[in-house]
């Protein structure tokens, strides 16, 4: 089992930045592949983000690629989502999950295990 606890969101203007943070529990968090997914009032839950249970492979969607960068400490069980240069579309609910033995191929919401109980983020304009 695998408790993911995110933090960092909050209210932004935009072209400013945030950095959320996901720390999940227990022994095997370096054989899950994570996700950031996002969710705005009334749409869908959205892939942003996948890093690879190794680390060594990343994918982002269309609409934050350049701007968002994932990374994973698993000595800190924590992986980081960098949001730069953030806009009013970015304005969501943000979701961390896991997935044991992850790929950047996952990127549907019901491909994953585990998940955080979302932080807010909002981007004024």
């Known amino acids: 089992q695998v408790q993911l606890v995110e933090s960092g969101g909050g209210l932004v203007q935009a072209g400013g930045s945030l950095r959320l943070s996901c720390a999940a529990s227990?022994?095997?968090?370096?054989?899950?592949?994570m996700a950031w997914f996002r969710q705005a009032p009334g749409k869908e839950r959205d892939i942003v983000t996948v890093?690879?249970?190794?680390?060594?492979?990343?994918y982002y969607a269309d609409s934050v690629k350049g701007r968002f960068t994932l990374s994973r400490d698993n000595a800190k069980n924590t992986v980081y989502l960098q949001m730069n240069s953030l806009e009013p579309e970015d304005t969501a609910v943000y979701y961390c999950?896991?997935?044991?033995?992850?790929?950047?191929?996952?990127?549907?919401?019901?491909?994953?295990?585990?998940w955080g109980q979302g932080t807010q983020v909002t981007v004024s304009s």
């Open positions: 999950a896991a997935r044991p033995g992850g790929s950047t191929r996952h990127r549907f919401w019901n491909e994953y295990d585990y």
């Open positions: 227990g022994r095997a968090f370096s054989t899950y592949g």
């Open positions: 890093i690879s249970w190794s680390g060594a492979a990343t």
